[in-house]
């Protein structure tokens, strides 16, 4: 019975961990469909459009901030049920929306659960699992995490090739109703895509229904024999009882409770002798390691001040941890990895069968760490992952940096092909010509920054595209106009952004303008390598490690509240990343973001070797007690 429960257990965070992964990727293959509904039948603009997709962020974030009060006000699993619910809820929305309004709240609605799953989950695996079984718990989390983003990219490649017969079958058509019949492929794809995710919400909204509470939760709120039989659920009555009494004195609730709740675990629980052989070892003796640890633990009471090193120490290196795992790039990796492997030399069909690869590489990888976070420990993983990925990241750059180092500088040359305040070049054998690149033999790319005043773009175009797409800069589509809230926080003079009036008269500015051969096949194929070596180290390192460090270390009275604010750490990291993405590649090249994320990296490999404790078979309060001696 305890075997089912466990296995229902991880198998509901599990599923948790999926919607998470989908709650990140199922966009990007619903935006091509979704974009022909939007602009065509609703009439939405670029911003618009764009509000949609980051909506899901702005939605996670929201919801970081609050989700540890929520934890601690309703309970880690009810906390589970809002998140599911929400997500389910967002799926018929979203679906069946008829304009900007519901599919905004939608999509916010999603962002909201992604966001109180990436807190209540991993915070209910630390908080039931046993100490050799956490690590497994929060890696199947990140396991089903990646399962979550190809069960996205699945999903939209189905609907992909559905439009694609679509499309195919109308070519016979007359005109009018050819295009009606690819709207209506269209229409019906990126609804078809989020209505794909209900059967995984439903699952895991009433799935958590039958878990049970955290054991730790309740007996913050007093309710020890709830706690017991909760732990009794997973655990043996020795093994149980030995970890309440850790929970009551980690909770400085043990002095406090000899009458009452202490008295009956002294009454129902094992001998001293017993307790240990349930853990494994030997019954400490006055003064041992193990016996110093559960006094420290013991000593802690319950308002000793948030400022004490037990809580601080903790607390900033699980931010650290956080901060650097996003400072990797990841995840500006893995959305741009189409334009990096383009860039680099590979074809655009091969570039997203590399896609497809890596992201089936992340699962496997995630599986490998599953099995090993548990016997090789975390510290370990994340020594070994980060390592790796300072070498692929410095492979990547040095790769892109013997191709960038051939670019020539034809700024004043486009420059003066500008009319006005806009700028319209094709590619063509002329345009070579006048950019002193030669027509025939490899393909040429051209790279141009620009700017209206504050507002700023970046393009590119090959010479070998067939379609050969003219490179239009123009005002209209560079600067963009405040929003109701950028307005309203401009008027208080708060607002971040560019300011729409410093663009609406500045000339067109070209930034810098680069243009060279467009690297070999092969060197395509060697960044693609470098970024497997990336994915892979990532996978079995911080991928993994990153929701241990954020359940393990936060102490239990600041857990709930503190991994909130340091997952929103990570997402602000993550946010910072992806906003200058693309400044940086237009003004720097690619190499120049390889470098940076290799130097974050080898901070995160010196705080994982010099900094991070080895959590590995240890309970939350051991490890509680550990900070409290430093």
């Known amino acids: 019975m305890q075997a089912l429960s466990m296995r229902y257990l991880l198998f509901i965070a599990g599923m948790g961990g999926l919607l998470y992964g989908i709650d ?45 009060a929520i934890a601690d006000a309703i309970g880690r ?25 519901p ?67 109308a070519q016979a058509l007359p005109e009018a109703a050819r295009a009606a019949a690819i709207f209506d492929a269209k229409d019906h794809a990126w609804r078809s895509i989020f209505w794909m995710c209900l059967t995984p919400g439903l699952v895991f909204t009433f799935g958590s229904l039958l878990l049970a509470e955290s ?78 640890a559960g006094a420290a633990a013991t000593r802690a009471p319950a308002d000793d001040s948030l400022a004490s090193r037990r809580y601080i120490l903790p607390f900033l290196l699980a931010c650290l941890v956080l901060a650097c795992t996003q400072a990797t790039g990841i995840n500006s990796v893995l959305a741009y990895v189409v334009n990096i492997l383009n860039q680099a030399g590979l074809p655009g069909a091969t570039a997203n069968m590399a896609d497809v690869g890596l992201k089936v590489l992340n699962a496997v990888m995630t599986v490998v760490a599953v099995l090993l976070v548990d016997r090789k420990g975390r510290k370990f993983l994340l020594m070994l992952g980060s390592g790796g990925i300072v070498i692929a990241l410095l492979a990547a750059g040095l790769l892109f940096r013997s191709a960038e180092a051939g670019q020539r500088d034809v700024r004043s040359i486009v420059a003066a092909q500008a009319q006005g305040d806009s700028l319209s070049l094709r590619l063509d054998a002329a345009t070579l010509q006048a950019l002193g690149a030669p027509a025939a033999g490899a393909a040429q790319l051209l790279t141009v920054s620009y700017s209206y005043g504050p507002f700023t773009n970046v393009q590119t175009r090959r010479s070998d595209d067939p379609a050969l797409p003219a490179m239009v800069l123009s005002r209209d589509g560079t600067m963009q106009e405040d929003s109701v809230i950028g307005a309203f926080f401009r008027r208080l003079h708060l607002n971040p952004f560019a300011d729409p009036a410093e663009g609406r008269n500045a000339p067109l500015r070209i930034e810098q303008a680069h243009i060279g051969a467009l690297p070999s096949e092969a060197h395509g194929w060697q960044v693609t390598l470098a970024i497997c070596l990336f994915v892979a180290s990532f996978a079995v390192g911080p991928g993994v490690c990153v929701w241990l460090a954020l359940s393990e270390l936060m102490p239990t009275r600041i857990r709930s509240n503190g991994m909130s604010i340091a997952l929103l750490v990570n997402q602000f990291v993550s946010t910072t990343i992806a906003a200058v993405f693309l400044p940086t ?21 010196l705080t994982a070797t010099f900094l991070l404790p080895e959590t590995k078979g240890k309970t939350l309060e051991e490890i509680e007690a550990h900070f409290a001696r430093r």
Not at 261 to 267: F, N
Request: net charge positive; hydrophobic share 55%.
């Open 24 to 68: 990140i990727g199922i966009i990007a293959g619903a935006l091509p469909y979704l974009e022909s509904t939007a602009s065509v039948a609703w009439k939405l603009s670029a911003q618009q459009l764009s509000f949609i997709v980051a909506a899901v962020l702005l939605g996670s974030v929201l919801s970081s901030l609050f989700a540890g």
């Open 77 to 101: 699993r009810w906390t589970m049920v809002l998140a599911g619910a929400l997500f389910t809820a967002s799926i018929p929305l979203i679906a069946l929306s008829d304009g900007y309004v």
């Open 103 to 169: 599919l905004l709240l939608g999509r916010l609605l999603q962002g909201v659960s992604g966001g109180l799953i990436g807190v209540a989950v991993p915070l209910y695996l630390a908080e039931c699992l046993h100490a050799d079984k956490r690590g497994r718990g929060a890696a199947l989390f990140q396991l089903l995490l990646t399962i979550g983003l190809v069960a996205a990219a699945v999903i939209g490649l189905v609907q992909a090739n559905s439009v694609d017969s679509a499309t195919q079958a």
């Open 215 to 292: 054991p730790r939760w309740l007996v913050q709120r007093g309710r020890i024999e709830q706690a017991r039989a909760a732990l009794l659920r997973t655990r043996a009555a020795a093994e149980a009882e030995a970890e309440l009494r850790d929970m009551l004195a980690a909770a400085g609730t043990l002095a406090a409770r000899r009458g009452a709740a202490a008295a009956q675990v002294a009454a129902a629980g094992p001998s001293a002798g017993e307790i240990a052989a349930a853990r494994g070892v030997a019954a400490p003796r006055d003064g041992s390691a193990a016996g110093a």
């Open 585 to 605: 590649v237009g003004q720097y090249g690619y190499a120049a973001m390889f470098f940076f994320w290799a130097g974050c990296t080898v901070v995160y490999f």
